[in-house]
């Protein structure tokens, strides 16, 4: 009983990591792609670790609102990582 519930804490752990793992990928791609048309990423990077979730989610449809190109499900992934990243995160604050 011991050597199963450890076995399914590694699965869900590797599981984890894997789905952190391709959504950062995913939102690397995207916050190259779809949010540097008006501003730098700079504009991002320090935003980082000063928004709660709620306040990204604001953040981000204000961006929609202004023109940017990001579907319903893509702007859940920017929202999920940005409010996730940590400050300083290399994919959002080097060019
Ligand atoms: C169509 C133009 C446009 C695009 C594309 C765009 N932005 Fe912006 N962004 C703006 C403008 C204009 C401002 C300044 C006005 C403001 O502060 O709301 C701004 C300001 C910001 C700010 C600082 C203000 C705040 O709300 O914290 C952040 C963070 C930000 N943008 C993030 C993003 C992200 C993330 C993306 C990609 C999902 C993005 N932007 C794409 C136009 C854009």
């Known amino acids: 009983m011991k050597i199963f519930r450890c076995l ?5 752990l590797c599981l984890g990591n ?3 793992f391709a959504g ?3 939102c ?4 190259s792609n779809r949010c540097q048309g008006c501003h730098y990423k700079s ?3 320090q935003a980082l670790g ?4 709620w306040k990204w ?7 929609v609102r202004y023109g ?3 579907s319903g499900a893509e702007q859940k992934i920017v929202v999920d990582c940005l409010s996730s990243a940590p400050v300083g995160a290399d994919y959002v604050c080097k060019e």
């Open 18 to 20: 894997s789905v952190a």
């Open 8 to 12: 399914s804490l590694t699965f869900l």
């Open 57 to 63: 989610k604001r953040s981000v449809s204000n961006m």
């Open 24 to 26: 950062s990928e995913q």
């Open 68 to 70: 940017a190109k990001l």
């Open 43 to 45: 504009r991002i990077c």
């Open 28 to 31: 690397a791609e995207l916050v």
């Open 50 to 53: 000063k928004k709660s979730k």
